[in-house]
Each structure stands twice: as C-alpha cells, then as structure tokens.
C-alpha cells in the first residue's frame, strides 16, 4: 500500500484556516496596532481640521483608508468579524476533539485494561461502610454499580455525622476519565 494523498475540498481549507492559532494573535495583534492608530488619530471630527493638521497627501491616504472614523470602517469590522469566527470556530473545533471525554453518556469499566495498567491496586473487601478507616481504598459506583473511580479515604467513617458540606473525604486514585482520556 502506498501513501495516499488527500485533497481538502474549499470548506476544509475555510475551516482550517480559521482554526489557526497564528491567525488569532495577527488578528489580535492587528486591532491592537489599529486601536493605536485610532487613539493617535482625533476620531469624527471636521474635515477642515484633518486637512490643517496632516496636509492634503495625507488627508486623501488617511481618508481612502478611513482612518478618520476608523472604528465604524469596514475593514475594522471585518478584522473584528474574523475575530469572532475564528474563536468560534476554534472552541467547535477543540471541543468535539474532546467531545469524547465531555459527553460521556454510557462509560463502561473496562476490566481487563485495569489489570494491565503498571499502577494498581486490587481490592477485596468484605467490611461494611461503617467500618471505613483513614487511607483505605475506596471504590466510587455509579447508579448501575459500575466502578467509575478508585479513591483513598481522608477520614473515618465515624466522623461523617462531622463533615462539613465541602470538606473532602477520598482523594481520587484514577476514575473513568482517564479510561477516556487515553488513546483507546
């Protein structure tokens, strides 16, 4: 098999464009620069002045440009409509790249990658939650009583009837997310 080569089609360039990080910080840099430019320059006022203070070459440049009513000129906008596109465009395209780990509807526990992994710890235990101690490990069950994350307990059990509303009692060991998180 040789190497293929894919064409992008119109859209595909238009949307990879736009998901340019470069393209946002010369579209950022550039209406800064403009924004310097239209602070130095009065903004709206008479013709007459503009034409005392720059001379009659400049007047026509900053004019042709308009430079003197800058913020409503149609290359601003545009700067501006550009900046809107490509943030949008990159958050739609960053986030269904992480579509996977954001919207998890049915997240199963696979059993036979736990057993593999180099870090690990088995549990078999047959206490009750009452009999819960400091730094033993915990597993977190979903309302189908599937693992979704091994933890180690902060405190005693007998201490619960204690806990304030946002203290925390387990530290988080690995949980389904990082199932989802690595390249399957």
Not at 131 to 140: C, F
Request: aromatic residues 10%; proline residues 2%.
């Amino acid at each position: 098999m040789g190497n293929q080569v894919i064409v992008a089609g119109p859209l595909s360039k238009i949307w990879d464009f736009f998901t340019s990080v470069k393209l946002t910080i010369v579209l950022l840099l550039s209406l800064a620069v403009t924004s310097i430019i239209g602070t130095l320059i009065p903004q709206n006022e008479d013709p007459q002045a503009y034409f005392q203070a720059f001379g009659g070459v400049l007047y026509r440049l900053f004019s042709l440009l308009d430079l003197f009513d800058m913020y409503h000129s149609w290359w601003f906008q545009l700067l501006i409509l550009m900046l809107t596109a490509n943030i949008v465009i990159c958050s739609i395209d960053r986030m269904s790249a992480n579509r996977r780990i954001l919207f998890v509807r049915h997240s199963t526990f696979n059993l036979s990658r736990f057993r593999n992994l180099k870090r690990k710890e088995i549990l078999s235990d047959h206490r009750s939650p009452q009999e819960l101690k400091e730094n033993d490990l915990i597993a977190v069950l979903n309302q189908n009583n599937e693992i979704i994350a091994l933890a180690l307990s902060k405190i005693d059990f007998c201490l619960f009837d204690k806990l304030k509303s946002n203290q925390n009692i387990a530290r988080n060991l690995i949980d389904k997310g990082y199932y989802l998180r690595r390249k399957q």
